[in-house]
């Protein structure tokens, strides 16, 4: 634990190395992260900025020079007192927040003994029991060997939690005295439907769960084998189901999950990885591939985003004090129009390639939408001229997604091609809830008569003009506001590639008529909890046997 004092300049040596080790480690596993999992991605990032925090390292110096501590003790002491400032926080998720400074130290930790640190060694599928699970654990675990999860740390925003809910599988989280009571190898049953664990059951349980785990192997197989067909109705009603992607490397995802197309190729990645713009090149081979996997199918490639959640560094010098109101999407791109065209230039070129069009994000008016369109024209113009092969006639659609766009949806869907409702943000900026403050999360409420009557609303201009109107938004997966999309008559729902099939095989398990009645009656109410029983009392009502296994995945926390 103590030092020879002339050996304190070397121990704060081994504590800066060690920080920095533990640093590069996470950023590349980060690397790692499925494109479809961003909030593991963003937890990577935190745990990132934790070790080089000045509190963390600063106070574990101080500790080492004064008190001739070795490293490892000095970030524990520091580590005692940070976690017990943020125990005294009167909020479960900053409190929560502990478990992050408990992980990184401990990988630092680690890193001083010289351990190398391996999460598992598991080759094998298994359900796993621990303390919490870090997203870098995750990753270093290989998702795809995770049964199951149950932890004792627990809450909805742990990131056990956030990551079962990203990947869909079983979990029970905030079990006191798990790791106590269970032992390595041993029959573990995990309920996520009612939040049980049973360490080595019985036969009787054993031979119940088997049966219900049969049915449900069963429904998914069902579900994977039906989704190469459409998303009909019982009563003939076609919609189109498509897939929300980021990168190429899920162009094989989404060929395999049946989706019709891409709704939305998100395109902030490139410009978030690397410290400089990508080149028209580098943005063009990508969305070239993309476009050549998927064609003839439609991709929809919205053009940049950044800002908000998708902060560039540029953008976090701006130091805007609310940048989710501030210099974002298509404001962004029309300040740095070289950017834009950039982009549009990329975007057209692979349009020679495939079914492509553009949708731009966060219009709130006209004027945008027709410098927007000047923009394209001009850059059509530019390419021809140099003999470029592109698509000159790009169809050009906008995103729905913040309540001006609503109010003003039917001039503006004279002069688009089509609209896709982000709902997202539309419930952000529509309810005035911050997507990321957990704090509001308990208003985000999907049936909200006001988010209810601006997708109606919305739906209503588009169709009026002749245009087609696709959600691409998180509620575009939620089977409970299928039959609701459904009713008021979306087009197209785009969501990740894993929803895809479900989605599919619930529309053909619906029909027309009941959604439309039942999105009639939802439209009439203003009670949000009468909206909720209204829609939840119809899931049983319509899908009956579907529901249990529905219920199993999607409550895993
Ligand atoms: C949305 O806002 O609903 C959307 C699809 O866009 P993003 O989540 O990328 O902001
Ligand atoms: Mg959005």
Same mark, same amino acid.
């Given at each position: ?17 060690? /920080?920095?080790?533990? =640093?590069?480690?996470?950023?590349? @596993?980060?690397?790692? *992260? &499925?494109?479809? +999992?961003?909030?593991? $991605? %963003? ?117 056990? /939690?956030?990551?079962? =809910?990203?990947?869909?599988?079983? @979990?029970?989280?905030? *079990? &006191?005295?798990? +790791?106590?009571?269970? $032992? %390595? ?373």
């Amino acid at each position: 634990m103590s030092i020879m004092p002339d050996a304190t300049e070397t121990e704060v040596h081994r504590l800066h190395e060690a /920080a920095q080790k533990v =640093r590069e480690e996470l950023a590349c @596993a980060r690397e790692f *992260v &499925p494109a479809y +999992l961003p909030e593991q $991605r %963003e937890i990577i990032a935190s745990h990132m900025l934790i070790c080089q925090d000045p509190k963390l390292l600063q106070g574990a110096v101080e500790y080492i020079r004064e008190q001739s501590m070795n490293a490892v003790w000095a970030l524990e002491k520091t580590g005692e007192s940070l976690c017990a400032a943020f125990r005294a926080i009167d909020d479960p998720y900053l409190r929560e927040r502990v478990q992050d400074i408990r992980t990184v130290i401990g990988r630092i930790q680690s890193c001083l003994y010289g351990d190398k640190y391996i999460a598992s060694e598991q080759e094998t599928p298994a359900v796993l029991l621990a303390e919490e699970l870090s997203p870098v654990d995750a990753i270093e675990l290989k998702l795809e060997r995770l049964l199951s999860l149950v932890t004792v740390e627990g809450g909805q925003a742990t990131h056990t /939690a956030i990551l079962a =809910r990203s990947l869909h599988i079983p @979990a029970v989280v905030g *079990v &006191p005295g798990l +790791l106590e009571s269970s $032992r %390595e190898g041993e029959l573990v049953i995990v309920d996520a439907l009612k939040g049980c664990i049973y360490l080595e059951p019985d036969e009787t349980e054993l031979a119940e769960f088997v049966r219900r785990q049969e049915e449900y192997s069963h429904w998914r197989e069902q579900v994977r084998r039906s989704a190469y067909l459409p998303a009909e109705t019982l009563d003939a009603v076609r919609i189109e189901v498509q897939a929300n992607i980021e990168e190429a490397k899920e162009c094989e995802a989404v060929l395999e999950s049946g989706a019709e197309g891409i709704g939305l190729c998100r395109t902030e990645l490139a410009y978030l990885k690397g410290k400089s713009l990508p080149t028209e090149n580098v943005l063009y081979e990508e969305y070239r591939t993309i476009a050549q996997s998927l064609a003839p199918a439609r991709v929809i490639f919205r053009t940049l985003d950044l800002g908000a959640d998708k902060m560039s560094e540029q953008q976090q010098e701006l130091r805007e004090a609310n940048p989710d109101l501030g210099l974002r999407a298509i404001r962004y791109c029309l300040r740095h129009q070289d950017v834009f065209r950039t982009q549009l230039r990329a975007l057209l070129r692979a349009g020679a390639h495939g079914n492509v069009a553009v949708m731009l994000p966060m219009i709130t008016g006209i004027q945008e939408l027709e410098t927007s369109r000047r923009i394209i024209n001009e850059v059509a113009t530019e390419l021809c001229a140099e003999g470029m092969p592109c698509d000159p006639h790009i169809p050009v659609g906008v995103m729905i997604e913040v309540p001006a766009a609503v109010m003003i949806a039917d001039a503006l869907a004279r002069e688009v091609d089509f609209f896709s409702i982000g709902t997202n943000d539309l419930i952000h900026y529509l309810l005035a809830i911050d997507r990321r403050n957990t704090h509001v999360a308990y208003l985000h409420e999907p049936l909200h008569p006001a988010v209810v009557r601006a997708v109606k609303h919305v739906i209503d201009c588009a169709h009026h003009e002749g245009i087609g109107v696709s959600i691409c938004g998180e509620l575009a997966a939620d089977p409970y506001c299928l039959p609701i999309f459904l009713g008021m008559g979306v087009d197209v729902l785009s969501a990740s590639p894993q929803r895809v099939p479900i989605l599919k095989h619930l529309a053909r398990k619906l029909r027309k008529e009941d959604c439309t009645e039942l999105a009639h009656s939802v439209l009439m109410t203003t009670d949000v909890a009468a909206a909720n029983r209204m829609v939840t009392e119809a899931l049983f009502e319509l899908l009956r046997e579907e529901v249990d296994f529905h219920f199993t995945m999607i409550h895993t926390s």
